[in-house]
């Protein structure tokens, strides 16, 4: 019977984690929206900059677009603001159930992830963002008059954000396979001239159809792919 009492408890308290971090997310979309066309006009600025040189613009074909881009963008930046908070309600819930050292390892886990995430969106903003844009408008024929579709420009850079962000996840991914000892750091130590082939793949897939961009994304991850094996090695030494 206690054994009973205490698993509904505990879906009880998780219904409580997931409602607060609901409405946390939501409060926080709340609290944006009004700025959502700045929102909006920082993340386009990097392809403003370059269409500027052939007097382009970004416009839209659907009326509906002019306010569901904005409140997109909108919803993923609420969603990266609020993500510590919701993750400390989470952590509350499941940090009872965990030993000293299990706790000290998830906390590292998550705080390197979101570092990583947010990493990789400094780098598409300020590195890839100028790098493609300007390759792309530099390659557009003379007589050509340039116009991006507002919920084109949405998809590419979404898809960058999320390719960009898992992508940086490698180190994450080696350390964690050689603490729980998954995977050794031999393995890992012998194939890297597989991953450094599979990088460029995993760029070709994800990123728009260019060399740059290619290039933007396999050499960082190769690069993380090598912090991935020292810092699996200190973590192993400790």
Known sequence: ????????????????????????????VIILIPFSTNIYEFFAQPLLDE?????????????????????????????????????????????????????????????????????AAIFVYFIVFPAIFHFFVSMTPKDVGLMIDISNYLEMIIALFI???????????????VKFGWIEIVTFQKNRSYFFA????????????????QILLALPVYFLYEIGI????????N
């Open 230 to 237: 020292v810092l699996s090695k200190k973590i192993k030494l």
């Open 198 to 213: 599979f990088s460029f793949v995993f760029g070709a897939i994800f990123t728009p159809p260019d060399i740059i961009s």
């Open 163 to 177: 390719a960009f962000g898992l992508a940086f996840q490698v180190p994450l991914l080696i350390i964690s396979s």
């Open 51 to 119: 269409l500027a040189i052939l007097n382009g613009s970004i416009i839209s074909t659907k009326l509906s677009a002019t306010f569901i881009v904005p409140f997109k963008i909108t919803a993923l930046l609420a969603f990266i603001v609020s993500y510590p908070i919701i993750f400390y309600h989470v952590w509350s819930f499941i940090a009872p159930g965990l030993y000293k050292n299990e706790k000290f390892f998830a906390t590292f886990l998550f705080l390197f992830s979101f570092l990583l995430f947010m990493l």
């Open 1 to 28: 019977m206690n054994i009973k009492k205490n698993f509904f408890e505990q879906l009880l308290e998780l219904r409580s984690v997931l409602i607060k971090s609901l409405l946390i997310y939501l409060a926080v």
